[in-house]
């Protein structure tokens, strides 16, 4: 009988464990066919999910990019629940000088994923968390998020307007005129209504989706404003900055009238008959979040029974 060599056994057993490597290798490569077919990975999922079948099975926000800035930056929205009313949540249209009203924003994200169950079913809630991105960009050095630790020191004015130094809040069309007012000073309102991106994008997001309200925070001002173009104010608007202004304590004026406002962007939703008011958070550091949040819920509950 003929003895195998130990180079011979050797090979033989790499063989073994060659055809060993192979066969798991294919045992597993079919159980992960299988298991894509049934459940692909999130990647392969479009970005904007919108059949309220997955909406149950997914607490995520469908994220949405509604426009892009002057330099080229995303205008985000993010969506939670499946109702027939849409409230809009705007933050940052004055950019880095109003940095809070961005935290705030991104922390409504946040507070709407951990709880998708307080949104009343016949409703839906968009948050734009920074309708200004060029200008919280030139004070806070970030695209998307950032913390207050990020904020450059100084009163951050610069950061106000977009890159095109145009004050958004005067380019809507609501009494546009090509000079608007910001304090004492002259600020650029563009070259006509809705002449930057930015307030185009929304304009464009608002005719598209046809919101029951919208709400834009702001600072520092300390008060919940109404909005009216040329007109008394709505009803509903009424209600609604009523709402706002008693569960936050913030409090409630028709009007902002330290100084004439022209193309202001609430003024024109109320040209276009939805309500919509201007919160003015006290400080320009914090994100006042219970008195925030006291008034979010107050336009839930008074939306929810409509
Ligand atoms: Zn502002």
């Given at each position: 009988m003929r003895f195998f060599t130990i180079k011979q056994l050797i090979i033989a057993a790499l063989?073994?464990?060659?055809?060993?490597?192979?066969?798991?290798?294919?045992?597993l490569d079919i159980k992960k066919r299988e298991e894509f077919k049934d459940n692909p990975p999130q990647s392969q999922k479009t970005e904007t999910i919108d059949t309220s079948?997955?909406?149950?099975?997914?607490?995520?926000?469908?994220?949405?990019?509604?426009?892009?800035?002057?330099?080229?930056?995303?205008?985000?929205?993010?969506?939670?629940?499946?109702?027939?009313?849409?409230?809009?949540?705007?933050?940052?249209?004055?950019?880095?000088?109003?940095?809070?009203?961005?935290?705030?924003?991104?922390?409504?994200?946040?507070?709407?994923?951990?709880?998708?169950?307080?949104?009343?079913?016949?409703?839906?809630?968009?948050?734009i968390p920074a309708l200004n991105p060029d200008g919280l960009f030139k004070i806070?050095?970030?695209?998307?998020?950032?913390?207050?630790?990020?904020?450059?020191?100084g009163t951050n004015e610069a950061g106000r307007f977009n890159a095109n130094k145009v004050d958004l809040n005067r380019n809507f069309d609501c009494n546009w005129q090509v000079k608007g007012v910001w304090r004492q000073k002259e600020v650029s309102a563009g070259t006509a209504a809705f002449?930057?991106?930015?307030?185009?994008?929304?304009?464009?997001?608002?005719?598209?989706?046809?919101?029951?309200?919208?709400?834009?925070?702001?600072?520092?001002?300390?008060a919940v404003y109404g909005s009216m173009c040329n007109t008394e104010m709505p009803a509903e608007t009424r209600a609604i900055l009523n709402a706002y202004a008693k569960a936050s304590g913030y409090p409630a004026k028709d009007?902002?009238?330290?100084?004439?406002?022209?193309?202001?962007?609430?003024?024109?939703?109320?040209?276009?008959?939805v309500p919509a008011i201007t919160v003015e958070l006290k400080t320009h550091e914090n994100i006042e979040w219970p008195q925030n949040l006291a008034g979010v819920q107050s336009l839930l509950e008074y939306y929810a029974k409509k």
């Open positions: 063989f073994c464990l060659a055809a060993i490597a192979a066969a798991v290798f294919v045992l079948a997955q909406i149950e099975t997914s607490p995520e926000p469908r994220r949405e990019i509604i426009g892009f800035s002057v330099q080229k930056r995303e205008i985000e929205s993010y969506i939670f629940g499946a109702g027939q009313n849409l409230l809009v949540f705007i933050g940052g249209i004055h950019g880095g000088y109003e940095w809070n009203s961005v935290l705030l924003a991104y922390e409504f994200i946040d507070y709407f994923q951990t709880n998708p169950k307080l949104i009343p079913e016949n409703l839906s809630i968009a948050v806070t050095g970030k695209a998307g998020r950032f913390a207050a630790g990020d904020v450059a020191a002449s930057e991106p930015e307030s185009a994008a929304i304009r464009d997001y608002i005719l598209r989706n046809k919101p029951a309200a919208i709400v834009f925070w702001h600072s520092q001002s300390n009007t902002f009238d330290q100084y004439q406002v022209s193309g202001d962007a609430t003024d024109w939703l109320a040209s276009i008959g």
